[in-house]
């Protein structure tokens, strides 16, 4: 059978460095040769559009299809990568990438590394892709899913993936034994990390190295994940790569394999090719808590408890009014959900955290977006969230504490804040790895680079899907343009509080303070 071209299309070549354009290339000359037709496979199907641009639905298939499959023991498993259940004390999600379809996909699980007795079954989800003449070809890509409950808490478990003729216990595959940990049955000290905007590049493994030195025991990632779609607009004109996962996935299962990645939805991870509103591939790579109001419809929407912190994730393209693709498409579900569970948690912990992708308060190149001000804000408020993270910009910004949409208090490098009284400080955490952003005329030469404080300056919100106004701005209190990521101690006891820390690629430390509640 003659293989079809293999080419990178031009607008990803340019994204590319050589070393990545060599691995991209090697991967999809591999799985041409091995790939089987799309079809029904073992334990779930999951499609994207079809020819004739119309979506299609999730389905699952009891039964395997007559498709021809490569002999199972030269499918090598790759892409490993966890997530929380609901309960982080006792769900654990277990997900990988195999380059065919498998029969029978499993993980073996178990409290020492020798003895991986307990076996659970997996689903595959396949993604199909239609190709589009002179840009993409045609694509099949089968992601596996292991749902581990019933796990007890605070305990280290070692785990390995397999299928029918590749089996994670067997001597030549020992190497691959990974491990993580569940959450401990009461709170105690512990350390989590988030970023947005990683996508695949050096430095997007530089901060992944320096992230896994901090030992968290998960990772919030604020959207705009992998880039295969290269415009963000959630259209079908902007160009898009399917086999641009492959490589992220490889690049972050160092980390990812160990450390829960609990991601949310940016703009650029909407992905028109797949239904419903451009999400089946983020149903398909990823397995989260189904603590949302609706997973299947908003999958990037839920929240769990880790400790004394309660965190949520949102889906801003829900109410953004600067990339209007999905604006409104949960009809005001996510935002009611949102002051319920708030309100939930404000009972139950410490702290409340919460994160999503599009910014509340930013000066940089995308600014702040005016929906999430009108629909969000005002929550926060009334319950008085303690820290938001968010993506988006691709720089480390961070406010004072604001409160009613005005400063509450300065919360100068290594102060305290008290949410109870000062208002909520937000992070916009976008230097994950993407292309770096910069600042308003006027002040970007000041900031290349460096921190500072900064009083006030000119720039601009997005009011609605078609317009945005210019603000003076007293709220953005530190800023610096460079590659970085959030490092967050949560402390419980007497004193409870976070000690949130800004970390450059180097590891340096950039930006520091405190929420006391109460203090």
């Known amino acids: 059978m003659d293989l079809p071209d293999v080419g990178i299309p031009p607008q990803l070549a340019r994204r590319m460095s050589m070393a990545e354009q060599h691995e991209y290339l090697r991967t999809r000359l591999t799985r041409r040769r091995t790939l089987v037709t799309a079809g029904a496979v073992a334990g779930g199907l999951l499609t994207g559009c079809s020819a ?32 929380f259940g609901a309960d982080p004390k006792t769900r654990m999600r277990i997900s990988w990438q195999v380059p065919a379809a498998v ?27 239609p190709g589009v003449t002179g840009v993409r070809l045609a694509l099949d890509q089968y992601y596996v899913h292991a749902a581990l409950d019933d796990l ?72 705009d994940i992998c880039y295969a779609d290269v415009n963000g607009r959630g259209e079908k004109t902007d160009g898009y790569d399917p086999g641009y996962w492959d490589l992220f996935l490889k690049q972050n299962e160092e980390v990812a394999r160990s450390v829960p990645w609990m991601v949310t939805t940016g703009n650029h991870d909407m992905e028109a090719w797949y239904y419903p509103d451009g999400y089946g591939g983020q149903l398909a790579r990823w397995s989260l808590p189904d603590s949302g109001f609706d997973p ?17 994730a949102l889906d801003a393209n829900d109410v953004s009014y600067e990339i209007p693709a999905n604006l409104g498409y949960t009809g005001g579900r996510q935002t009611a959900w949102l ?21 509340a308060y930013s000066t940089s190149s995308h600014a702040s977006d005016g929906g999430v001000r009108e629909e969000w804000l005002p929550l926060f408020d009334k319950h008085q969230v303690d820290l938001v993270i968010n993506g988006h910009n691709h720089v480390y910004e961070r406010t004072d504490a604001v409160k009613d949409g005005e400063v509450g208090r300065r919360v100068p490098i290594g102060a305290s804040t008290d949410p109870t009284r000062d208002g909520t400080v937000y992070v ?71 000690k949130v820390s800004a970390l450059a ?15």
């Open 103 to 129: 029969r029978k996909p499993y993980v073996r699980i178990g409290t020492r590394p020798d003895d991986l007795g307990r076996k659970t079954a997996a689903e595959v989800r396949a993604l199909h892709t």
């Open 296 to 312: 299947r419809r908003a999958p990037g929407v839920y929240s769990f408890v880790y400790g004394n912190v309660g965190f949520v």
């Open 152 to 223: 007890l808490p605070g305990t280290t478990y070692y785990y390995g993936v397999g299928h029918d003729g590749h089996d994670p216990a067997a001597p030549e595959h020992r190497s691959t034994i990974a491990s993580f940990r569940t959450a401990p049955s009461r709170p105690e000290k512990f350390v989590f990390t988030a970023f947005g905007d990683q996508g695949v590049s050096k430095a997007a493994t530089a901060n992944d190295h320096i992230l896994l030195k901090q030992d968290p025991a998960f990772h919030l990632h604020a959207g």
């Open 52 to 83: 004739d641009g119309k979506g299609t639905s999730a389905r699952t298939t009891a039964s395997a299809s007559a498709t021809t499959r490569a002999p199972g023991s030269a499918v090598v498993p790759f892409g490993r990568h966890l997530a």
């Open 428 to 498: 916009t955490a976008g230097g994950g790895g993407k292309e770096l952003y910069g600042f308003p005329a006027g002040v970007t030469e000041s900031y290349e680079g460096h921190v500072r404080d900064l009083d006030s300056v000119d720039t601009f919100q997005w009011t609605t899907s078609r317009s945005s106004k210019a603000e003076t701005v007293e709220w953005s209190r530190v800023r610096y343009r460079g590659f970085s990521f959030l490092k967050v101690e949560a402390e419980s006891g007497g004193a409870p509080r976070l």
């Open 339 to 359: 002051d319920d569970r708030l309100g939930e948690l404000r009972k139950a912990v410490d702290f409340v955290v919460v994160f999503f992708h599009h910014c």
């Open 505 to 519: 690629q180097n590891g340096d430390r950039i930006d520091h303070f405190e929420v006391r509640r109460g203090a």
